[in-house]
């Protein structure tokens, strides 16, 4: 059996059916893309921004209304906002380097559909650049959007951004004055309403919840740190990943037989405990999946090399290092030998399972 749950991807426009909770943050995001052309949506870290606007805001679109694009920076804005537009023009007549106004006029005109603009992780504009070239990028963008916006294009823009990091916005507004007067602040999840997911999953992947209320409220306390703050959904999922793989193991053990019935109950909320300890487990098997990986890639004695590289990338306090690539894996203990692109490959991989928001890999 495959674990159904989310885990770290964001919600698709597919999931519609298993997205509960946020209905209304979803009219409130449908209200505010009607009200202008920019929106921006920020909100800490685990606060399901992206699947937001993924299912919860393409699902109030018939196909017909809407042409979304998503844009991450990648290696640059620029270039990764020119390649998303062009790859979904029909009329390729107008070409990579046109200017981004005729590109966004053609991609309307290929589909008659109004164009979203949707830049997801914006942060990374901040973090990833570094010095003349990283202020360059930015000016360059900022002015791309005023422009966009000043066109009267039919085209809508939506920008997506951690919330720690708004305070870098303010040379993108005195480029774009109105870049804050159109927002929609994400908060995590209250209890009531983690209840609700969690019921609601549990109904829609025919999981049986035995005790319901004492099950679920059980699985929300063991969420929770000390600090008894709201419950991160990244970790939400990996918690009921862990409770479905539990039972299924703890069935497994009694019969020979396929496992056809998952149940969640008080005994294996437990058995599973706290969500510090799951997330322990959690990073030790990404990192011997990463570790696997790199078996492939011909790297040899990969066995702890993924948690060393680790070590190198952040100080004590979590944050990350102020070097370069090639400072960081002379910082490796002397028998590593790992180049630089299965350097970046790690990287990434600690990326997609969240370890790393973003960091820094290049010179």
Avoid at 90 to 104: C, E, F, Q, T, Y
Avoid at 300 to 315: M, Q
């Amino acid at each position: 059996m495959n674990s159904p749950f989310k885990f770290l991807d964001a919600y698709q426009k597919d999931d519609f059916e298993r997205f509960f909770g946020r209905e209304k943050e979803t009219a409130q995001l449908y209200n505010a893309v009607f009200a202008s052309n920019l929106t921006l949506v920020y909100g800490a870290s685990g606060t399901g921004k992206t699947s937001l606007v993924n299912c919860g805001l393409g699902n109030k679109f018939y196909d017909t209304d809407w042409l979304p694009i998503f844009i991450r920076r990648e290696s640059n804005i620029d270039s990764s906002l020119r390649k998303a537009i062009h790859n979904k023009q029909d009329n390729k007549s107008v070409g990579l380097d046109a200017p981004i106004r005729k590109k966004i006029k053609q991609l309307y005109l290929d589909h008659y559909k109004p164009v979203y603009l949707i830049f997801d992780q914006f942060e990374e504009l901040f973090i990833l650049p570094k010095g003349q070239a990283a202020k360059a990028e930015q000016e360059k963008f900022y002015k791309t959007i005023a422009n966009i916006l000043q066109a009267g294009l039919q085209a809508k823009i939506i920008i997506i951004i951690r919330e720690e990091w708004i305070a870098f916005l303010n040379e993108f507004e005195k480029v774009v004055p109105s870049l804050f007067d159109n927002r929609l602040r994400i908060e995590k999840m209250n209890d009531k309403n983690i209840y609700r997911v969690i019921s609601g999953t549990c109904k829609y992947e025919k999981i049986e919840v035995s005790q319901p209320s004492k099950t679920i409220l059980q699985i929300i306390d063991n969420l929770k740190d000390q600090r008894k703050e709201r419950i991160d959904l990244t970790n939400l999922q990996v918690y009921l990943d862990r409770l479905w793989r539990t039972d299924v193991e703890r069935k497994e053990l009694k019969t020979t037989q396929k496992v056809e019935k998952i149940t969640f109950d008080p005994a294996l909320v437990k058995e599973v405990g706290k969500m510090e300890n799951v997330l322990s487990d959690f990073l030790d098997e990404q990192l011997k999946l990463i570790e696997e990986k790199l078996n492939t890639r011909g790297i040899e004695n990969s066995k702890g090399l993924p948690l060393e590289i680790l070590f190198t990338l952040v100080t004590e306090d979590g944050t990350k290092q102020a070097l370069n690539t090639d400072e960081i894996i002379d910082n490796l203990p002397k028998n590593r030998k790992i180049s630089k692109m299965d350097f970046d490959f790690c990287v990434e991989e600690f990326k997609k399972i969240k370890i790393l928001r973003a960091i820094e890999a290049s010179e």
